[in-house]
């Protein structure tokens, strides 16, 4: 017997071990039959799951906090059983404002600290003079994105409320506003930087993992209701992501992916795009943990990681800050049903990251998730 399962995701790179699962036999292996609906928003896509039109989804991991929390219209409990991705943003600067922040540093090296400095001299000065306001684009409130933005631009002194403007667009509508002087630069998730940089239009200033070293970008969300009385199909498609996530992390696999990924019904995008992203060798430099599938330990999912997305929720005004909230946010991640799984299957050696607090972010105190009154204080 075959168990039907409707999936949304968003076209993106970070998709790619749902979407392999899918196309490469991983899930016909464990029974099951996945319909995969391309989205453009991710609106469109939590409020499709929040509906019950989609079953599961490839989500942004705060999305899943936020909507669990109950912070946005129409919101349900969710949890994140797996991660289909760590790290995979960037963020791109057009080629004016790239012009202004090199002539800021002066010969220093574009470092974050540095070019966030430059960055709020920058906008500082345009407020000053009464010129344009500096706007980014973000692919929601609730995103890594709009934290790696806002936690990049405030360690250079920037408010990030006042000093410019933050807006949201669709991943798939940055380059185009790029290219239409609407937006000076944005951070978004793989194909989308690489794009704008081959076809002129922008700039890789920063990979997000030089932002914040390892943050969980991408998870496999389900409606709790739903995951409690389809567990056992939930376990069978976290079995079929995991070995997909695996598969598609092999380089000798890497151009097979690539042509079916690239398809209009997928990602829609270049081939060397895609595999840029995969290999983490496209763009201002070579760099592995650039995007990080979910094979092994990486599918785990953290409190660590989902407390840290809380106290940015906190800081940046999205929620108040309250013990109850916190744990609430952490037990989206649980890891329960992930090592009831996989128990100890995976190797438990040391992984390719290992900043010493989880996160390794580039400014600011190590963080505790216990302390997150303590941490926001000292940012």
Known sequence: MTDKVTAGFIPLVDAAALLVATDFGFAEEEGLEIELIREVSWANVREKLSAGIFDIAHLLAPMAIASSLDLMPGSV?????????????????????????????AGEEPRPLATAKALARIAIRRKREGGSVLTFGSTFPFSCHTYQLRFWMAA????T?????????????????????????????????????????????????????????????????????????????????SAAAAFASRPENWDACCERLSAPDRIKAGREQIKGALSGSFGIQAEKNFLILGAGLWGRPDETQAAWLYSQMVRWGQVCSQPSPNEAAQSVFSPILFDRVFGHAFDTGETPLMPSDGLGAFAGPLFKKERIAEYLAAT
Request: proline share 5%; aromatic share 6%.
């Open 161 to 241: 409320d006042a000093d410019l403007r933050l807006v949201v667009l669709p991943p798939r509508y940055m380059v185009e506003s790029l290219k239409a002087g609407e937006v000076d630069g944005f951070c978004v998730g793989a194909p989308w930087n690489f794009v704008a940089a081959e076809q002129g239009l922008g700039h890789t200033l920063h990979y997000g993992c030089e932002i914040v070293q390892q943050l969980t970008e991408k998870v496999l969300a389900a409606r709790c209701d739903w995951a409690q009385r389809h567990e056992n199909v939930l376990i069978r498609l976290m079995r079929a992501v």
């Open 156 to 159: 250079g002194g920037l408010d």
């Open 77 to 105: 409990p969710l949890t994140a059983p797996y991660v289909l991705a760590t790290n995979g943003n960037a963020i791109t600067v057009s080629p004016t404002l790239l012009r202004e922040i090199k002539a800021e540093l």
